[in-house]
């Protein structure tokens, strides 16, 4: 248990990294809270993977909350209908899988769960390491949203991010050395949605190069009888 508190809430997305944070905050918190969200994505059916992954975990209980702005808004491939690409766009020099804002409100959010539940732990799989391209991925972006839930809320939040630092092999290691690499055999990844997942997106891209530099074939793909 972690010495500041029983109670920890983790973004669970239902892919990779989310997967291991929850791994990780499980061993470290006696009460593991979820939190999903319905946002219109083309790979919604990580939304299953999350729901399973928070019952495999056993957590105390496991929401998804729709944000259908982010739909409604859409500019992206992700919420709207262009197709998935790996390079960037020309003029904002992101890929076109960024969606703006989704990181900082989905934390914000989960911290508005977290207050209601009497906890100030948060736990992302954000990294800065792997991250895409992402900039709401930043821990510059992460320390600045950190300190505005704080003032916003006059709460003492922390949002820990296990993942931060480190490579997708590396994280792949950590979720093995805590026992759970298991449970990436039941996540998903792939931004089209594919099942199996079609090996050609960027998030698919970027998930083999993890487990073929770890040495380590990968559970879903085995799974799936893909291996």
Known sequence: MNERGKQVVVLCSGGQDSAT?????????????????????????????AASLAKLVGVVEHRVLPVSALAALAGNALTGSDMVRTETNARSGLPNTFVPGRNLIFLTLAAAWAYQLGTSD???????????????????????????LQ?????????????????????????????????????????????????????????????????????????????
């Open 122 to 148: 948060l736990v992302t799989g954000v990294c800065q390491t792997d991250y895409s391209g992402y900039p709401d991925c930043r821990e510059s972006t992460i320390a600045a949203l950190s300190q505005t």
């Open 21 to 49: 944070c929850l791994r990780w905050a499980a061993n470290r918190w006696e009460q593991v809270y979820t939190i999903a969200f319905d946002y219109g994505q083309r790979h919604r059916v990580e939304l299953e993977a």
């Open 151 to 227: 003032a916003g809320m006059e709460y003492p939040f922390t949002i820990h991010t296990p993942l931060m630092h480190i490579t997708k092999a590396q994280s792949i290691e950590l979720i093995r050395q805590e026992g759970g690499l298991e449970l990436l055999a039941h996540t998903h990844t792939c931004y089209n949605g594919a099942v199996p997942p079609c090996g050609e997106c960027s998030a698919c891209i970027l998930r083999a190069r993890g487990f073929s530099a770890a040495g380590i074939p990968d559970p879903l793909l085995e799974r799936l009888g893909r291996v």
